[in-house]
């Protein structure tokens, strides 16, 4: 049976409480999205409405026939949605060998109550990668980055990863592993590999955001590092 201090159940209540505050956030964010969404059926019913594929032959149709033809038929092209690929590299290894990751995604790490900027996260089918703002200072010593994002998040994926490795449900290669690159105690990147579930990078993106919340407050404290 695990045991677990006063601080790691303390860290477990904020993170509760700050989930909850997700929750309640997004909820609220779903029900404008409904709203809005109910608008543009009404729109979509009136009689007037022409069907997005209606408009857009009769616009490449008056394009054709129109002398800026090859401008307009351009711009039709470059409007529609792509995905930004991103060619990253880092040292996976303090010093190693440098490897190359094709990241597909990217989003915000940002603070609740004001939406300040924590982090950006660099996503691909195997890796995250955090990389601290460059105006944030994140000591890599401020709790509760070992004693909760280190040793309850990733260490607890590892040791389901192990277990599984010891059942033959999963090979060596495909066990998570992770790697802190910081210089004198400020952490500069964090490199997750074999993340392989979407929950798990769901967890990962959650509770870092919170753990970096967390040392923003306390490095900020009265008494603290400046």
């Known amino acids: 049976m695990l045991n677990y201090s006063e601080e790691d159940i303390k860290n477990a209540a904020e993170l509760r409480d700050w989930i909850l505050k997700q929750i309640s956030d997004k909820q609220e ?57 991103e060619n990253k590299k ?46 944030l200072f994140f000591n890599i010593d401020t709790p509760p980055f070992k004693s909760f994002f280190i040793k309850r998040i990733l260490e607890g994926m590892i040791t389901q990863d192990r277990a599984k ?3 033959k449900q999963l090979s060596n290669q495909d066990l998570l592993n992770y790697t802190i690159n910081e210089y004198e105690g400020r952490i500069k990147k964090i490199i997750i590999n074999n993340y392989r579930e979407k929950d798990r990078l769901t ?3 959650n509770t870092s955001a919170w753990v970096f919340t967390r040392m923003l407050e306390k490095d900020n404290a009265p008494g603290s590092r400046t």
Do not use: C, W
């Open 29 to 85: 964010e779903i029900d404008r999205l409904r709203r809005l969404l109910l608008l543009i059926d009404n729109l979509l019913k009136q009689e007037s409405f022409k069907p997005a594929s209606t408009l857009e032959r009769s616009s490449i149709n008056h394009s054709e026939s129109s002398t800026n033809s090859e401008e307009r038929q351009d711009s039709v092209i470059h409007n529609k949605p792509t995905i930004k690929m």
């Open 90 to 135: 880092y040292n996976a290894a303090a010093d190693l060998n440098e490897n190359v990751s094709t990241f597909t995604e990217t989003r915000d790490l940002k603070r609740l109550k004001d939406n300040l900027l924590l982090a950006k996260v660099n996503i691909s089918s195997q890796t995250i990668e955090i990389t601290p703002e460059k105006g």
């Open 165 to 167: 490795n010891r059942q």
């Open 203 to 205: 967890d990962i993106i």
